[in-house]
């Protein structure tokens, strides 16, 4: 058992630690130096509230034992009690050690394929709800100064992959009644994460 868990211990932080710092990640970073807390009007109640409405219930608790349900059904005031927390958290600087801290657990990609192969398995971070509370206001409180490229369909709010078929069917009739030729390349990105 100690010689699997060392494995997968060493597999998934090679995973989690391979992006370097490049221009994207500077850029990134210095957007987020233009903004001052007094423009991200630090958190408030509602913001915290409209974080709890969308929360998900039925995940697994995080490592303090705390699943959202906790927070879900507790006296409406521990809206205010989170807003209080996550701005001491913004104002300092600081995070609790909970919040940095996750369970990893290899889930496998296909059930019919090789369960023996390491690369048949994708990790899921179990993280405290609290964080996970933590990064949906954050993300609100950020979330104008983020912008995507109109291109993208995949991990955007109210877009899908299915608009990315319309898109290449869109192009496909407006170019081929015309007779012009219509190439297309796909690529398999499957290992795009690691």
Known sequence: EDIIASMWKSHYSDIMNSVEEDSQMSTLL?????????????????????ALSRAKKGKSCGLDGLAMEHFLYAHPCIATILAMFFNCCIVHGYLPMQFMSSAILPIIKNKTGDSSTKSNYRPVAIVSACSKLFEAVLLDLIDKFLGTH????????????????????????????????VDCCFLDATKASD
Do not use: N, W
């Open 150 to 181: 109109d291109a993208q369909f995949g991990f955007k709010q109210h877009h899908s992959t299915d608009l990315c078929v319309v898109a290449l069917r869109s192009a496909v009739g407006f170019y081929h009644p015309s007779g012009s030729p």
């Open 30 to 50: 210095g957007k987020f130096s233009e903004v001052s807390i007094c423009d991200a009007s630090y958190v408030s109640t509602r913001l915290v509230t409209h």
